[in-house]
C-alpha cells in the first residue's frame, strides 16, 4: 500500500468511528432504506431540504454497516449537508461513476480512492452515494 492510499485508507477509517450525521433516531421529512447483501450494510438515510434556496439542511443516517460504508456515508454527509441540490447531484454522480469505473476522482472525493485497490468493497462506498441521488434527483 503506497503512503498516498495508507493516508486515504486512515481517513476512511477516522470518519467511520467518528462519523458525521449519524443518529440513532431523526425525524427528516425524505427518507430512504437500503441494504448491500454482499456485506449485510443497512442504513437509512433521512434529508430536508429548503425549498426557495434548493439547499439541503439536513442530511443524517443510522443503521449498520461496515466500516468503508459508515466511512463513505459520513463523508457523504459532510460534503453535501449545506449543499444546494445541483452541487449535491454532481458531486454525488462524479463520485458514483469514480467508484464504477476507473476514472478521475472528484477532489473532494480522493479519500475513497484507496479502494481502487480493493473493487469488492466499492459497492460498500457506493451504497450511501448510490441512496441519496435517489432521495435528491
Not at 53 to 78: K, N, P, W
Not at 95 to 104: D, I, V
Request: aromatic letters at 6%; one cysteine or more.
Amino acid at each position: 500500500m503506497t503512503a498516498i492510499s495508507s493516508l486515504y485508507s486512515e481517513q476512511l477509517l477516522f470518519h467511520h468511528k467518528n462519523p458525521n450525521g449519524f443518529n440513532k433516531s431523526f425525524c427528516l421529512p425524505l427518507k430512504k432504506e437500503a441494504h448491500n447483501a454482499y456485506c449485510g450494510d443497512h442504513l437509512v438515510l433521512g434529508l430536508s431540504v429548503c425549498h426557495e434556496t434548493q439547499v439541503i439542511d439536513e442530511l443524517a443516517f443510522h443503521g449498520e454497516s461496515c466500516a468503508v460504508c459508515r466511512g463513505s456515508t459520513s463523508l457523504m454527509v459532510q460534503l453535501l449537508r449545506k449543499s444546494r441540490l445541483e452541487q449535491a447531484i454532481k458531486l454525488t454522480n462524479d463520485t458514483l461513476a469514480a467508484l464504477r469505473a476507473k476514472r478521475e476522482w472528484p477532489l473532494e472525493t480522493q479519500l475513497l480512492q484507496c479502494l481502487d485497490s480493493y473493487p469488492i468493497r466499492k459497492q460498500c462506498a457506493e451504497l450511501p452515494w448510490k441512496t441519496v441521488l435517489e432521495l435528491i434527483s
